[in-house]
């Protein structure tokens, strides 16, 4: 008899399994704050978050306009990350739901690991302390490959990571991103409709989902046993 390899399913964080975005506004307005330029809202920042952290320092740069334009870019990504990664669990908190979704996948037998464009020291201290390492094999950062999402190789050493397989793994997230690396790598996407994405990216999802609750579900059917 063939013993076959745990599924393996694949999380982004920013989004999708944790509500960050309270901390990566708060650092972003100290960051502003510094340079002497005007806070932002959250709402505005959302839209910035999916890309890491050096393309979320340069929008909010560019959204300053011309009073940045004078700003050593590889200096505020170096201030933005000395405050935020002791600042990032402040306020952010597992999207409500997580916990219980993951003792469903845990209890059908499912491994679990995060591939988030954040990175990976950021990703695991949070993870540390909001209490979630645990349930996770592996975390694969956006600074622990080569390249990173929309990349399919960030998807692909993630799962290698956790000693699984592609035909044996499924991605969610809520950006373009996590579609794209999942459509690349030829992995089942769930697009995570309650996260930071706009509507438009769930294009190339498998399934939309529309709450943490409906995953178990849906990634048994993406990957019966
Ligand atoms: O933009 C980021 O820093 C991280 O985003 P992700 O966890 O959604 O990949
Ligand atoms: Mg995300």
């Not at 669990?89 to 739901?97: E, I, K, V, W």
């Not at 993870?127 to 080569?146: H, M, N, R, T």
Request: with cysteine.
């Amino acid at each position: 008899m063939t013993v076959s390899l745990p599924r393996l399913a694949v999380f982004d964080m920013d989004g999708t399994l944790i509500d960050s975005l309270p901390d990566l506004a708060a650092c972003a307005n100290r960051l502003l704050s510094h340079y002497g330029l005007p806070p932002i809202t959250p709402d505005l920042v959302r839209p910035m978050i999916g890309d890491g952290v050096t393309v979320l320092v340069a929008r909010l740069l560019d959204h300053a306009g011309p009073a940045a334009a004078s700003i050593d870019r590889t200096e505020a990504v170096t201030r933005y990350m000395a405050d935020y990664t002791p600042h990032s669990t402040d306020l952010s908190r597992p999207f409500p739901g997580t916990i219980g979704m993951l003792e469903g996948l845990r209890d059908a037998g499912w491994h679990m690991a995060v591939c988030t464009n954040k990175p990976v020291a950021a990703a695991r201290h949070i993870l540390k302390v909001l209490d979630l390492e645990d349930w996770f094999i592996a975390v694969g950062g956006g600074d622990s490959f080569s390249t990173r999402k929309p990349d399919p190789r960030h998807l692909l050493g993630t799962i290698e990571l956790a000693d699984g397989s592609a035909h044996r793994a499924i991605m969610t997230g809520d950006h373009h991103n996590d579609m794209a690396t999942a459509i690349g790598a030829h992995v089942p996407a769930i697009f995570a409709r309650w996260g930071y994405g706009r509507p438009e990216m769930e294009a190339g999802a498998t399934v939309g989902a529309d709450s943490i609750s409906e995953i178990t579900h849906l990634a048994g059917e993406l990957l019966p046993t």
